[in-house]
């Protein structure tokens, strides 16, 4: 199936652990001070949907994974196209960036559900013009997260290791079908992670509107 490709959206991805939503705060220093148009998200959102899904990861709410499959997308759908949504953005000439996307659907609920279960449930989103691919080594992901206060339902060494070949997978056959991915080493420190994530921004961010 076709897909349409929404330009000036710009996704994040990675196992639990691998500095996505610490990369994110960084970006925006360096977007305020780029003069672009910009807005940042994370899935699961902030809204309703995303707070029931908060309490899925946490055990709280023990939902069954179908189910969490249903609860991203529903999420997501608000995501692109609520109002002032990921879709309403572009198209004025924002760049929008979120902090994880489908991509996470194809590769966690894949491992939970059965695959084609988030296959056809994603199947008809947009696809963003790139992906960020943060590569850790899972031992060293959950030596990072070791030091977190509660850990979620999938934050587990044997589960991240799963995630972490899921991801090839997946994201191999869209690179094969032409979207762009962009792997970045984040073993490297901080600092070079920061500044590779945004080499792979800048020449986008040179494309939309100015504030
Ligand atoms: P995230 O907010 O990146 O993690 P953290 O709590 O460490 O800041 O993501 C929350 C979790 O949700 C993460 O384990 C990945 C998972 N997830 C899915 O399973 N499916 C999805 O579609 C999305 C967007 C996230």
């Known amino acids: 199936m076709h897909r349409e490709t929404l330009q000036g959206f710009i996704v994040l991805e990675g196992i639990d652990g691998s500095g996505t939503t610490t990369q994110l705060g960084l970006l925006k220093t360096r977007l305020e001070r780029s003069g ?35 609860l ?19 198209a004025r000439g924002e760049l929008v960036i979120s902090d994880r996307y489908l991509f996470s659907s194809l590769v966690y609920q894949g491992l939970t559900c059965e695959p084609s279960l988030p296959e056809r449930l994603n199947e008809s989103f947009p696809l963003p013009e790139l992906v960020i691919f943060f590569e850790l080594d899972p031992d060293t992901a959950a030596g990072r997260m070791g030091s977190r206060a509660s850990l979620e339902i999938y ?37 070079q992670v920061e500044e590779a994530v945004w080499k792979a921004i800048a020449p986008l961010a040179n494309k939309v509107s100015r504030r």
């Open 155 to 191: 934050e587990n060494l044997e589960f991240q290791s799963q995630v972490a070949q899921r991801y090839r997978t997946v994201l191999s056959s869209f690179e094969e079908a032409g979207m762009k991915v962009v792997h970045i080493d984040a073993e490297a420190r901080s600092e």
């Open 36 to 70: 672009v148009a910009y807005s940042l998200g994370c899935e699961p959102t902030t809204g309703p949907i995303g707070v029931l899904i908060r309490s899925a990861l946490s055990g709280s709410f023990d939902a069954r994974p179908e189910t969490v499959a249903r």
């Open 72 to 90: 991203f997308v529903a999420d997501r759908g608000e995501h692109l196209y609520g109002p002032d949504g990921i879709v309403e953005r572009c």
